[in-house]
Nanobody, 117 residues
């Protein structure tokens, strides 16, 4: 199983980025997909999730209204559209695939997002 995140980078406050996470080696439609992030010196925290068929999403309060999660099961890819970015959003962003029955989880390697003020 491989989860490969991309789309991170350096952006100014107020800007936007779109993260992608491409999955392989698993039956993508059996997995809910989550985004987490970890800032320097802080614990990894939940950002967003999308259900197996994309009809249900959830967000951390800190990103609600600014981030949008979506998935394309035909492309085995989940996305995180991040708008109105703030310096506090600076972190390594990880995607995770969570099996809808067993709750077994696979993690990606992460992608760095840096928001300058």
């Amino acid at each position: 199983v491989q989860l490969v995140e991309s789309g991170g980078g350096l952006v100014q406050a107020g800007g936007s980025l779109r993260l992608s996470c491409a999955a392989s080696g698993l039956t993508f439609g059996f997995y809910a997909m989550d985004w987490f992030r970890q800032a320097p010196g802080k614990e990894r925290e939940f950002v967003s999730s999308v259900s197996v068929n994309g009809d249900s999403t959830a967000y951390a309060d800190s990103v609600k209204g600014r981030f949008t999660v979506s998935r394309d099961n035909a492309k085995n890819t989940v996305y995180l559209q991040m708008n109105s970015l703030e310096p506090e959003d600076t972190a390594v962003y990880y995607c995770a695939a969570r099996h809808y029955l067993t709750s077994g989880v696979y993690w990606g390697q992460g992608t760095q997002v840096t928001v300058s003020s």
